[in-house]
């Protein structure tokens, strides 16, 4: 990367993963004399070590996990995962995209300098590179600069015994088949799937119960467990650590009232801590809560106004897919002299672990308690004639709905490719005429997407919601 910086800028973006390089692009594209910094890899965990390799991975899995309909489909053969392999073709991957992002922000004309920055007042920015200091001065600054593994205690990070999941894509994984999975988050669910197809004895532990801190509904969580478990894979909650002994044979973790567990290697999926170390954020009046996220509005503004936060590093949310929302709505509140609120509950969260999971927006006690009378439509991928031709029928779509005005208020796709089919429910210009873009959209046959119009048709047909979905020249008798 080019550290020719200019002196002056109209934007500063601190970090380059998936937030801060969408800003910078979105900013160049708006016509913004751009820089971007990064202190480590370009590109940031989501590229280096998250939801790029780790979705890598996952498709290894998926491939292995469908050899269970091989025979019926006159398939022969067996397929096996060496995670070793697996772990070269991720870099590999990886590789290629930074390269691709390298080049585009030299298109675009962003400049990038590499280098730890901090701030010296307000509009001013430090820039600690191999060569000696530069300062930068910003009309608009971004902070993207995300977040960090959290390792819990009893545990310490040791290379090669006790890796965090940053430490697992640094270098090739470990000798030693039996892994233990801590942690009950997206990262350990998706982890415990991944390793079990790639010839790990996973022993999956944890003190919470699965997926716990989101609002998924208690069908999709049973289907995903049923899934696990067809796997071999089971989640036993309700651990206390008290020790962790890591010695030449592996590393034995001592737990309250059981029985010591001896693996090869530990994996933490334990969650993430906002990474702000450095930063001087003092300097230009920028405030943190007690749990480190730097403090923002709705229009995603620190307590300097200019200056805004994107991404895992202001957002409990933690995940790339807010870390890229939020810098469209930033840009835009940039441009437009924040005419822009966030709404981080329409950002779509997906699990991808023995079956996908993918939601947004409200639950139902959630939209009670916004005062709605929520309205449920339903159909299940068991009777899709594309599921059927897939082997692969288990989930469903599950949609929430106002039932005066038919507002979208949330849904939830489980079963294969939910993650790609939860944006038809994201795309409309607002969530009072979602649904019926949905009804009146055009879609191939047979394909999964069909199920969510066939929910949308459920709504409408059982709530009485024709109507406001399909328009007043619905027939009513």
Known sequence: MSDNTPKEVDLAVIGSGPGGYRAAVLGALRGLSVVIIEKADWGGCCLNRGCVPKKDWYHTARLVASQSSFANRGL???????????????RAVVEHIRGSYQ?????????????????????????????????????????????????????????????????LFDDPPPPGDRVAIIGSGVVATEFAFIFSQMGKQVTWLARSPMLRRLNFSRPALTA?????????????????????????????????????????????????????????????????????????DGHLRTSADHVYAIGDVASPWMTANHALSDATVAIENIITGNT??????????????????????????????AGHEPAVGFAAFETSPCALGQDDTAGFVRLIADMDTATLLGGEITGAQAGELIHLLSLAPDRETALAWIARGR????????????????????????EPIFGSETSTT
């Open 76 to 90: 022969e053969g067996e397929l096996k995962a060496r995670m070793d392999q697996a772990w070269n073709h991720q």
């Open 103 to 167: 080049e585009y922000l030299h298109h675009l004309k962003v400049a990038t300098l590499t280098g730890h920055a901090r701030f010296q007042d307000a509009h001013t920015l430090v820039v600690t590179t191999q060569h000696g200091e530069q300062a930068i001065s910003a009309r608009h600054i971004i902070i993207a600069t995300g977040a960090h593994s959290h390792v819990p205690p009893p545990f310490e990070a040791v290379p090669g015994r006790v890796l965090t999941s940053d430490m």
């Open 224 to 296: 995903l467990r049923d899934a696990l478990s067809a796997q071999g894979v089971t989640l036993q909650s309700g651990v206390s650590f008290v020790s962790v002994d890591v010695h030449d044979d592996g590393v034995t973790l001592g737990m309250e009232g059981g029985e010591a567990v001896t693996v090869d290697w530990v994996c933490l999926g334990t969650g993430r801590v906002p990474h702000t170390e450095g930063l001087a954020l003092d300097a230009a009046g920028v405030e943190t809560d007690d749990a480190g996220f730097v403090q923002r």
């Open 340 to 369: 822009r609120e966030q709404d981080p509950g329409q950002v779509p969260v997906v699990v991808y672990s023995a079956l996908e999971l993918a939601r947004l927006g409200m639950d139902e006690d959630a939209a009670e308690d």
């Open 443 to 466: 879609f191939n046959h047979p394909a999964r997407a069909e199920e969510v119009l066939n929910a949308v048709e459920t709504l409408a047909g059982k709530w009485g919601l024709r």
